[in-house]
């Protein structure tokens, strides 16, 4: 693959034009990763593109001129070809512009291919090396470009474990999330990136922090001050709970991660105070909140399907117990059980932290699956 681009880029040079990756693809390559889709920037124009590759198809959302499949992966160029004259290598000056560009240091490098070298023309690659995320470029006032600048930064918080410095955070806290239909595949987008990553818990934190998280989801926001009872959940409200429940979460599936959110999001609705604090039939309420939630972000109908089973049946142990013997036998054997018994850890990691009940579980689950195969060989 890095031939194959040193290659592209010495087609670029005998051709009159340069050619850089760039952004996120110069930092990957710098860390010695080679993840496609490659970003790259040229001052050739698309049908120099079109002569060169065999298939070019032009970008449709400005991002990018053109995506070209080649055999290494995507490769998505900007093509600037008024922006300096054929022929000459870009003086510094000029590399810095390109540079700027980005909205952060850590995408701020730009490798050279044909060279195999990379330039700083901005001085990011201590921010790399540091794992600081730093502002390169001011605020764009354009609502998506707030909600990308946003949720790039903190999912290279949670992606990569870089860490924005303190007038970065001032910045993203001054920018309110755009309301609007229009801005919605943008917003859920984000916090899917952001849900799915490799440390959601950072994530999710960081967006609460920023008052980005309830903006996203007002559902959310009477979970934040309602009580629970602290001999089952220590660590407090509704929401903190929730928030704790991603701590040890890794890679979850998007329909998993989105159950894992919303599994108490019935709770405020149905508090009842006693002797004890309690929330009966939080997860069926909640189940039918979180459909809406999802339905208001655009989620798939599948996928809304998918997050209400998790909800609806989150109270794994005192649902088996209260079922049949043929309900708990199918919910077992559903193909979304493994995942449901991950949110089932999480809420459990989450609050008190013991497992003695989740291995407890697991246990039983076990016997139920050896008695079920002892029927169908006829023991």
């Known amino acids: 693959m890095k031939e194959e681009l040193a290659e592209l880029a010495s087609r670029f040079q005998t051709s009159g034009y340069v050619f850089f990756i760039v952004g996120e693809s110069a930092r990957q390559f710098y860390l010695g990763r080679r993840e496609a889709p490659f970003r790259a920037w040229t001052n050739a124009d698309l049908i120099f593109l079109a002569r060169l590759f065999d298939i070019v198809n032009c970008a449709g959302d400005g991002a990018w001129s053109a995506e070209i499949p080649t055999a290494s992966g995507l490769l998505q160029v900007v093509c600037e070809p008024l922006w300096q004259p054929g022929g000459t290598h870009p003086t510094m000056p000029r590399l810095r512009q390109i540079s700027e560009r980005q909205a952060f240091t850590a995408h701020g490098l730009l490798y ?3 060279r195999d070298r990379f330039i700083d023309p901005c001085g990011c690659l201590a921010d790399v090396r540091s794992g600081r995320l730093r502002a390169l470029s001011p605020p764009d006032d354009h609502p998506a470009a707030r909600i990308r600048r946003l949720f790039e930064a903190v999912t290279l918080e949670c992606e990569e474990q870089l860490a924005p410095q303190e007038e970065l955070l001032a910045e993203l806290a001054s920018l309110p999330v755009p309301a609007g239909k229009e801005w919605l595949p943008l917003v ?7 849900l799915t990553s490799r440390q959601p818990f ?3 934190q960081r967006l609460h922090q920023l008052g980005a998280l309830l903006e996203i989801l007002p559902e959310l926001a009477p979970l934040s001050g309602c009580p629970q009872d602290k001999e089952y959940h220590p660590e407090g409200d509704v ?3 929730t928030l704790e429940c991603f701590r040890r979460c890794r890679r979850l599936p998007l329909a998993t991660a989105l159950g894992l959110l919303l599994h ?4 405020p609705a149905t508090l009842a105070a006693g002797k004890t604090l309690s929330f009966p039939r939080h997860a069926s309420v909640g189940a039918a909140m979180a459909a809406r939630v999802l339905r208001r972000l655009g989620h798939s109908q599948e996928l809304g399907e998918e997050v209400r089973f998790y909800v609806r049946h989150h109270l794994l142990r005192q649902y088996l117990e209260r079922c049949s013997a043929e309900e708990g036998e199918a919910l077992i054997h559903h193909r979304w059980f493994e995942n449901l018994l991950r949110i089932y850890r999480a809420d459990i990691q989450g609050s008190s932290g013991d497992l003695s009940r989740y291995r407890a579980l697991v246990r039983q689950l076990s016997e139920i699956h050896g008695l079920r195969g002892k029927r169908e ?3």
Not at 264 to 267: C, M
């Open 112 to 114: 050279d291919p044909g």
């Open 188 to 194: 859920r987008d984000g916090l899917s990136a952001v």
């Open 202 to 204: 950072i994530g999710l």
């Open 239 to 241: 929401l903190t709970h």
């Open 264 to 267: 108490d999001i019935g709770k």
């Open 377 to 379: 060989q006829g023991g």
